[in-house]
Nanobody, 124 residues
């Protein structure tokens, strides 16, 4: 079983910074990419930022220049540094992992796991 444990959410005022962390544990064969998604009340879940095992990154236009995603491959951990937070950044943030696990019977299998979500609330 693979588990993602998120931390770092909370209530902050606008302009303040916050850092989210997500640590993966369990039987992981390989990780292709990790990322952060968010879902605000009444809205669909959207990609915030993602990073591949090679270090390539992808950001939503709304967070470019303010958020930075990074990862520690040795620790299977991904971080999201959020600066200049705005009230519209308020959402539940979910960590996502895409990779592979190994099955004794089926070999290398595709894996996608979601974290439980961490609430970020930005007040004006």
């Amino acid at each position: 079983q693979v588990q993602l444990v998120e931390s770092g959410g909370g209530l902050v005022q606008a302009v303040v910074s916050l850092r989210l962390s997500c640590a993966a544990s369990g039987s992981i064969f390989s990780i292709n990419a990790m990322g952060w998604y968010r879902q605000a009340p009444g809205k669909q879940r959207e990609l915030v930022a993602a990073i591949t095992s090679g270090g390539s990154t992808n950001y939503a236009d709304s967070v470019k220049g303010r958020f930075t995603i990074s990862r520690d491959n040795a620790k299977n951990t991904v971080y999201l540094q959020m600066n200049s937070l705005k009230p519209e950044d308020t959402a539940v943030y979910y960590c996502n992992l895409r990779g592979n696990y190994y099955s004794d019977y089926q070999g290398v299998m595709y894996l996608e796991v979601w974290g439980q979500g961490t609430l970020v609330t930005v007040s004006s």
